[in-house]
T-cell receptor, first 115, second 116 residues
Framework: KAGVTQTPRYLIKTRGQQVTLSCSPI?????VSWYQQTPGQGLQFLFE???????NKGNFPGRFSGRQFSNSRSEMNVSTLELGDSALYLC??????????????FGPGTRLLVL | SQQGEEDPQALSIQEGENATMNCSYK?????LQWYRQNSGRGLVHLIL?????REKHSGRLRVTLDTSKKSSSLLITASRAADTASYFC????????????????FGQGTILTVHP
């Protein structure tokens, strides 16, 4: 099976712009989670989608949003970019069996630089 | 905020030596996972241990879990230069209060350097 893919891999934006990142999960995985990784804060959970529904959300401002499509592909959007949004954005997909989350498999990430 | 802490923050060893990393967490968990990350790339899954398990092995990796102490350790035996990476533990608190769907909480990681 193909792994989790993320596009684009690198992105440079300026303050005030918006950005959309894409994630394609492993075939058959309906849960997609998004994380932000920065040197100062480490890995922090953004949100999780399952069957097109957001089930969980981390402590991030409303500028961070996401969605999931019927084929389980997911996008996240950051509006009105700030310098502090510069980070590695990682998505992960997983199976849920018997109401229990299995292993999360991560994509290679999208590195966003905000100037 | 991070679930817990990893210890040590950095570890430097010679090839062939064993490397041990520890992870502590704060809340009850469903499972704990260990990941490796090379130079800011994606996370590679190493091993998952469930809350009712005490020890798991995978190749040169051995993971223990002590839920009474809320701690876990990762042992890499016979380290190789290719094991140089950051290692993270991540906890899945399950659906406590229905708020933990799809959320892993990560430690700050241990930077392992294996010298040839």
């Amino acid at each position: 099976k193909a792994g989790v893919t993320q596009t684009p891999r690198y992105l440079i934006k300026t303050r005030g712009q918006q950005v959309t990142l894409s994630c394609s999960p492993i075939s058959g995985h309906r849960s997609v989670s998004w994380y932000q990784q920065t040197p100062g804060q480490g890995l922090q959970f953004l949100f999780e989608y399952f069957s097109e529904t957001q089930r969980n959300k981390g402590n991030f401002p409303g500028r961070f949003s996401g969605r999931q499509f019927s084929n389980s592909r997911s996008e996240m959007n950051v509006s009105t970019l700030e310098l502090g949004d510069s980070a590695l954005y990682l998505c992960a997909s997983s199976l849920w069996t018997s109401g229990r989350q299995e292993t999360q498999y991560f994509g290679p990430g999208t590195r966003l630089l905000v100037l | 905020s991070q679930q817990g802490e990893e210890d040590p923050q950095a570890l430097s060893i010679q090839e062939g030596e064993n490397a041990t990393m520890n992870c502590s967490y704060k809340t009850s968990i469903n499972n704990l996972q260990w990941y490796r990350q090379n130079s800011g790339r994606g996370l590679v899954h190493l091993i998952l241990i469930r809350s009712n398990e005490r020890e798991k092995h995978s190749g040169r990796l051995r993971v223990t879990l002590d839920t009474s102490k809320k701690s876990s350790s990762l042992l890499i035996t016979a380290s190789r230069a290719a094991d140089t990476a950051s290692y993270f533990c991540a906890t899945d608190a399950g659906r406590t209060g229905g708020t933990s769907y799809g959320k892993l909480t990560f430690g700050q990681g241990t930077i392992l350097t294996v010298h040839p």
